[in-house]
């Protein structure tokens, strides 16, 4: 028997459980540099406080979360993230075991040292930049960019929070399937505008909701759906669930399509009065808060 099988059978059940544990749902910076070591990372000694760093803000920021989401989806593959913000996703996912990350956003700013936390709900300074990210960790990469030109490149591609803002959904689409390998998948988490919620503007919750304010009612209760007076110019309205499930179905076969329901609070809002004002809306549709969805590239696209 080899020293390794003796190592590992000296090791107690529970103390491989506790490490499977830790590999499955890291929770620290340790875990995720345990898990980037794993994965076959190259790592120099001198580098260890830096990824620890690294480590410890993604954990402290949240950034975490979504890569956890999406890690069977993306081990061993080469992933964009369009979309990706100021976030430190890129060094979660290589922890996680992808192959190669690669971030893209129009407003990118590789020098600066501020990052948006998703545990605070707001933006905070740290130690380091996504150049320094970039530089540190091999595989992690990052443009600046509101459209992507290659094709063929990745694997996967992650949209989060992204499809609710496209000035031009079907073009992005399309460059997003040209992007992907045969096989290829996306990963998409739509934030609906038709929620209660949608507008992403105060109020944010009934709670919060005073209706002496003058902005909150301009807002509150699906009013950013069918407004009160209709501006003079034209505006494009964000995709509705239905429009967006054409639209992804035109390039890729979708596997997996969830509505996430709005908080419980949100029901009693649509009361008759609210209603009669929401023609052409179900309410499947403005109770619904998210749309998490994986798709696979066609063969041959359908526009």
Known sequence: ???????????????????ALRMRQPADAAALLFNYVFHGASLKPRHVPSLTRIFEQVIALGHVAMPLQ???LCHGKDVLDFGCGATLYGPALRALGANTYTGVDQALDMKRKKFRSRLQK??????????????????????????????EAWDVVIMQSVTHLLENPAATMAQI???????????ILHENYYAWGGHQKE???PAAFDPANADHMKFADWRHVV????????????????????LVSAHFEIGKW????????IRPRLTPEVRARLAGYADQELLTK??????????VDFD
């Open 70 to 72: 999406v890690r069977a």
């Open 203 to 205: 109020p944010r919750s």
């Open 122 to 151: 707001k933006t905070v300074d740290l130690p380091f930049s996504l150049a320094d990210v970039a530089h540190m960790m091999p595989g992690v990469s990052y443009i600046r960019a509101n459209a992507v030109n290659s094709r």
């Open 1 to 19: 028997m080899s020293d390794a099988s003796e190592s590992a059978n000296q090791i107690a059940p529970a103390d491989l459980a506790a490490l």
């Open 177 to 187: 399937s040209r992007a992907l390998r045969p096989g290829g998948q996306v990963w």
């Open 258 to 265: 969830e509505e996430v329901p709005d908080r419980s609070v």
């Open 227 to 246: 407004p009160d007076q209709r501006p003079a110019e034209p505006v494009v309205m964000p995709l509705r669930l239905p429009q967006l499930r054409e």
């Open 290 to 299: 998210q749309v998490v969805l994986t798709a696979r590239k066609r063969s």
